[in-house]
């Protein structure tokens, strides 16, 4: 069986961010298991707007929807801001809507924030923009930075932590 292949996006405006090493931690836990794509791009897409759809796409939408297209699986980690995903990534899957991408696809949502309640509102924002993009989420998970300990420069995660990312990515088809 193939390496299944992962895109890994943070939702977080920030480079660095707390969301982009939870994604390089998990990345550096399992990377025996699948191949890891972590990609920042988000921030450098242009402001969507229906109408650039009709002029030659920028490189950096072009390479977007590659990235997304050629992945097995989708892991977002994003942050609230607002009680809702950020800007940024919300931007990112318009520019999806009409090209498809994302039709399918198995997605595991992940919002990591600070401490428990936050978070709460992004899940269902999150949530409802995956369905308008008919993509296949199949589980969510709400983390709470004050859960995790770092350990060189990356998210350690303990048994119980571990156990919830093997059931998710399993379910992800990795």
């Excluded at 707390?18 to 994604?23: E, F, I, P």
């Excluded at 039709?103 to 936050?118: A, C, D, G, Q, S």
């Amino acid at each position: 069986m193939p390496i299944k292949k992962i895109y890994a996006i943070s939702g977080s405006a920030g480079v660095p961010s707390s969301n982009r090493k939870l994604l390089e931690s998990l990345a550096h836990h399992y990377k025996k298991y699948c191949e890891w794509h972590l990609d920042d791009c988000l921030t450098k897409l242009p402001l969507y707007q229906p109408s650039l759809e009709e002029r030659p796409l920028s490189e950096h939408v072009v390479n977007w929807r590659k990235g997304c297209n050629h992945a097995d699986a989708i892991i977002i980690c994003t942050p609230e801001y607002l009680h809702n995903i950020p800007a940024v990534l919300k931007n990112g899957m318009e520019w999806l809507k009409s090209s498809g991408e994302w039709m399918n696809k198995r997605v595991l949502p992940i919002t990591f924030t600070p401490h428990h309640p936050r978070g709460e509102h992004a899940m269902p924002s999150l949530r409802n923009s995956l369905i308008a993009l008919k993509a296949n989420p199949v589980v969510e998970l709400n983390l709470y930075k004050s859960d995790f300990q770092e350990e060189n420069g990356l998210y350690a995660f303990n048994e119980d932590q571990c156990m919830v990312f093997d059931t998710a990515l399993e379910l992800l088809g990795v």
